[in-house]
């Protein structure tokens, strides 16, 4: 045995695999709370209120399809018919959504504190950009947080 430490530590380390389910409350009573430790109450509720944090991010793109947006000097002219929700986008800030994650991660917008959520995170992060969560774009982290609990 190395590293000298016990068994327990050994069985807390082991990989944890659990299947994919996307839409509402399958991660939340699933994978958040059978691995996110004894305080998995504290990570569902850490989870929702990031999601709930986030949502600004998303609410205008979820709503514009991506054939609507296209490069070139006529690329507004399909936009206009989702001017609600390109006002949205714009009301939140550039930096808003094309900022990093941190300041959802880190603070000071809000705090991931569960560590198993914060791995997770890293985890998914790591799938859209190949960078961990705080240093992946906001909007990207967002969308993907919505679209993968929603309805």
Not at 28 to 53: C, H, M, W, Y
Not at 56 to 61: D, E, I, K, N, S
Not at 109 to 123: K, M, P, Y
Request: proline share 7%; charged share 20%.
């Amino acid at each position: 045995k190395r590293g000298g430490g016990d068994d327990n530590d050994d069985n807390n380390k082991k990989e944890k695999r659990w299947k994919l389910t996307v839409g509402p409350d399958h991660f939340e009573n699933g994978p958040l709370t059978q691995f996110a430790s004894s305080s998995s109450n504290d990570a569902v509720k850490e989870f929702n209120e990031l999601r709930e944090i986030t949502k600004p991010l998303v609410t205008g793109a979820a709503t514009i399809p991506a054939m609507a947006m296209r490069p070139g000097s006529t690329a507004l002219i399909p936009l206009l018919r989702y001017l609600p929700s390109l006002v949205s986008i714009i009301s939140n800030g550039v930096e808003a959504s094309t900022g990093p994650f941190g300041p959802y991660m880190n603070g000071p917008i809000f705090t991931v504190r569960n560590a198993w959520l914060r791995d997770w995170l890293d985890a998914l992060a790591f799938s859209l950009s190949g960078l961990p969560a705080d240093r992946t774009s906001a909007g990207a982290m967002a969308y993907v947080l919505f679209d993968m609990h929603r309805e």
